[in-house]
């Protein structure tokens, strides 16, 4: 009876546990939430969408501008940089002494996403083009 009592503890101890590499792939997961991405831009913004449609989907633009026929141009300029880092320890009693353990993981990512769109006279979507990096 002892020894179970004594296993639930161990468990107990560690099953709340979250080692670093899991840590960092639920910060990857949480960050894909309806980011600014190049495939949300090309998912939701197509040829023919009007003023409207686009500032709804994308929001504000950083600079809008209009050429010598008045046509405006948008441009959303993004840039991220992300940092995760995790740091796990922990250990466990025994009688004799105590065994732990230590572990980290770090990710530094940086990305940015430019994207111009141009529009007709009537304020619709004539062109999209764009630049993407990430390093």
Same mark, same amino acid.
């Given at each position: 009876?002892?020894?179970?009592?004594?296993?639930?503890?161990?468990?107990?101890?560690?099953?709340?546990?979250?080692?670093?590499?899991?840590?960092?792939?639920?910060?990857?997961?949480?960050?894909?939430?309806?980011?600014?991405?190049?495939?949300?831009?090309? *998912?939701?913004? !197509?040829?023919?969408?009007?003023?409207?449609?686009?500032?709804?989907?994308? /929001?504000?633009?950083?600079? +809008? =501008?209009?050429?010598?026929?008045?046509?405006?141009?948008?441009?959303?300029?993004?840039?991220?940089?992300?940092?995760?880092?995790?740091?796990?320890?922990?250990?466990?009693?025994?009688?004799?002494?105590?065994?732990?353990?230590?572990?980290?993981?770090? *990710?530094?990512? !940086?990305?940015?996403?430019?994207?111009?769109?141009?529009?007709?006279?009537? /304020?619709?979507?004539?062109? +999209? =083009?764009?630049?993407?990096?990430?390093?």
């Amino acid at each position: 009876m002892k020894n179970i009592l004594i296993a639930i503890f161990v468990i107990g101890l560690t099953a709340g546990c979250q080692t670093a590499a899991q840590h960092q792939k639920e910060l990857q997961d949480n960050s894909q939430t309806e980011a600014f991405t190049l495939g949300n831009v090309q *998912r939701k913004i !197509q040829k023919g969408s009007s003023q409207a449609e686009v500032a709804s989907s994308l /929001g504000s633009p950083n600079i +809008v =501008t209009k050429d010598a026929h008045g046509k405006e141009a948008w441009v959303y300029d993004k840039a991220a940089r992300e940092v995760s880092y995790s740091h796990d320890h922990g250990g466990v009693w025994l009688l004799l002494g105590a065994y732990s353990k230590e572990a980290g993981a770090s *990710r530094t990512s !940086q990305r940015t996403l430019t994207v111009v769109i141009k529009f007709d006279e009537r /304020g619709h979507v004539d062109d +999209v =083009t764009y630049h993407s990096s990430q390093f």
